[in-house]
């Protein structure tokens, strides 16, 4: 049977891991044959959405504003109507928010993070998503979490939001597996070995942690590369990443590719993510598809997407010094060659979307 989706799609042109679950999905979703799509995005991601949206897109709902406080209010009190002309079966939400609407509704969560650290975000946002996201946690008929880890701190927060959630890990990118590599201008055949961060400058990622070891002495003489967007909240970090790329200890590549990030993945010495906390990880399930040698954080969505993998190395997020022995320690041994592959327990994102069809299905 035929089922229409409605998706809430305004994050699709995201740098970042929101950006990426968005445009996968969607790309996913338009190539089946047994869904019509009715997508809400921005004016400016409309050529995004249909290229991604392929023969099972229908419609692309626009809203009349695109900053930042408007669209959400339009995504929570306005959209919902524009669903229910189009005769939607099911509303999915990518991010945060689901309209108020009498269509059933499913609302992915990808992480806590606007509740537990709202602290960290500019002041509209703090002010007026954590109580919309509860609203919508708690209007939403069905829960999708992306790791059994963010459903976990769901439960901790609602137990009641827990009791309607199912899990439906993130997928792996098939694009970034058949990227074919290469280098970033910054780094020259005689750049040396480095140590790779991939993620933006939210304070949760802990950067600083790195730009300060790297201020006092890079670690066995690694160069740090910083592969992410210029976007977070992070000033200090920020500051000294700058000062070290203008010291040539770092490099920042804010723009990357598929291409160059799956360089970098494979040429890397060794992957960092000293992380306080994730939904999900997706960047260190890249690194372990490209069997990249790994320290993370001991954050328990990194140690869900590791499984025990013995080439990851697990640290506590606040030692500095364990961090700099484990660093140094990890750039002596040379990484062997393999070609990717899909690390043990990691699905596709088409497996990914079949199982939210599924979800949804069962709700519509």
């Given at each position: 049977?035929?089922?229409?989706?409605?998706?809430?799609?305004?994050?699709?042109?995201?740098?970042?891991?929101?950006?990426?679950?968005?445009?996968?999905?969607?790309?996913?979703?338009?190539?089946?044959?047994?869904?019509?799509?009715?997508?809400?995005?921005?004016?400016?991601?409309?050529?995004?959405?249909?290229?991604?949206?392929?023969?099972?897109?229908?419609?692309?709902?626009?809203?009349?504003?695109?900053?930042?406080?408007?669209?959400?209010?339009?995504?929570?009190?306005?959209?919902?109507?524009?669903?229910?002309?189009?005769?939607?079966?099911?509303?999915i939400g990518t991010k945060h928010l689901l309209p108020r609407a009498t269509t059933p509704t499913v609302l992915v969560v990808h992480d806590m993070l606007t509740i537990t650290r709202?602290?960290?975000?500019?002041?509209?946002?703090?002010?007026?998503?954590?109580?919309?996201?509860?609203?919508?946690?708690?209007?939403?008929?069905?829960?999708?979490?992306?790791?059994?880890?963010?459903?976990?701190?769901?439960?901790?927060?609602?137990?009641?939001?827990?009791?309607?959630?199912?899990?439906?890990?993130?997928?792996?990118?098939?694009?970034?597996?058949?990227?074919?590599?290469?280098?970033?201008?910054?780094?020259?055949?005689?750049?040396?070995?480095?140590?790779?961060?991939?993620?933006?400058?939210?304070?949760?990622?802990?950067?600083?942690?790195?730009?300060?070891?790297?201020?006092?002495?890079?670690?066995?003489?690694?160069?740090?590369?910083?592969?992410?967007?210029?976007?977070?909240?992070?000033?200090?970090?920020?500051?000294?990443?700058?000062?070290?790329?203008?010291?040539?200890?770092?490099?920042?590549?804010?723009?990357?590719?598929?291409?160059?990030?799956?360089?970098?993945?494979?040429?890397?010495?060794?992957?960092?993510?000293?992380?306080?906390?994730?939904?999900?990880?997706?960047?260190?399930?890249?690194?372990?598809?490209?069997?990249?040698?790994?320290?993370?954080?001991?954050?328990?969505?990194?140690?869900?997407?590791?499984?025990?993998?013995?080439?990851?190395?697990?640290?506590?997020?606040?030692?500095?010094?364990?961090?700099?022995?484990?660093?140094?320690a990890a750039a002596t041994t040379n990484r062997e060659t393999r070609a990717p592959s899909l690390p043990a327990g990691a699905i596709s994102w088409a497996e990914h979307a079949d199982?939210?069809?599924?979800?949804?299905?069962?709700?519509?």
């Amino acid at each position: 049977m035929l089922l229409r989706i409605g998706l809430l799609a305004d994050t699709v042109e995201y740098a970042g891991g929101i950006g990426r679950y968005v445009r996968e999905v969607l790309a996913a979703l338009g190539t089946r044959s047994d869904v019509r799509l009715n997508v809400l995005a921005p004016r400016s991601a409309v050529a995004t959405v249909e290229r991604l949206g392929g023969e099972a897109l229908d419609a692309v709902t626009v809203p009349p504003r695109d900053d930042q406080v408007s669209l959400a209010l339009w995504n929570r009190y306005r959209s919902g109507s524009a669903f229910e002309a189009w005769n939607a079966d099911v509303v999915i939400g990518t991010k945060h928010l689901l309209p108020r609407a009498t269509t059933p509704t499913v609302l992915v969560v990808h992480d806590m993070l606007t509740i537990t650290r709202a602290r960290e975000n500019a002041l509209p946002k703090r002010l007026l998503l954590p109580r919309q996201y509860r609203n919508s946690l708690t209007d939403a008929t069905a829960l999708v979490a992306v790791s059994a880890a963010t459903r976990a701190r769901l439960a901790e927060i609602g137990p009641a939001w827990n009791a309607k959630c199912s899990v439906i890990p993130n997928g792996m990118s098939p694009h970034l597996l058949d990227a074919t590599p290469a280098a970033p201008a910054a780094l020259t055949p005689d750049a040396g070995p480095f140590a790779l961060v991939v993620g933006d400058l939210s304070p949760r990622k802990n950067l600083g942690l790195l730009t300060r070891l790297w201020s006092e002495a890079p670690p066995a003489d690694l160069r740090l590369v910083v592969v992410g967007p210029d976007s977070g909240g992070d000033h200090r970090a920020r500051t000294e990443l700058i000062e070290l790329e203008l010291a040539g200890r770092a490099i920042w590549i804010r723009d990357a590719d598929d291409s160059v990030l799956r360089w970098c993945y494979e040429q890397a010495r060794i992957v960092l993510f000293p992380t306080f906390e994730e939904g999900f990880g997706l960047p260190l399930l890249e690194a372990l598809a490209f069997h990249a040698p790994v320290i993370a954080s001991t954050d328990r969505a990194l140690c869900e997407v590791a499984g025990g993998d013995p080439s990851v190395i697990h640290l506590d997020p606040t030692d500095a010094s364990g961090w700099r022995h484990a660093i140094a320690a990890a750039a002596t041994t040379n990484r062997e060659t393999r070609a990717p592959s899909l690390p043990a327990g990691a699905i596709s994102w088409a497996e990914h979307a079949d199982r939210l069809v599924a979800l949804a299905r069962s709700i519509a």
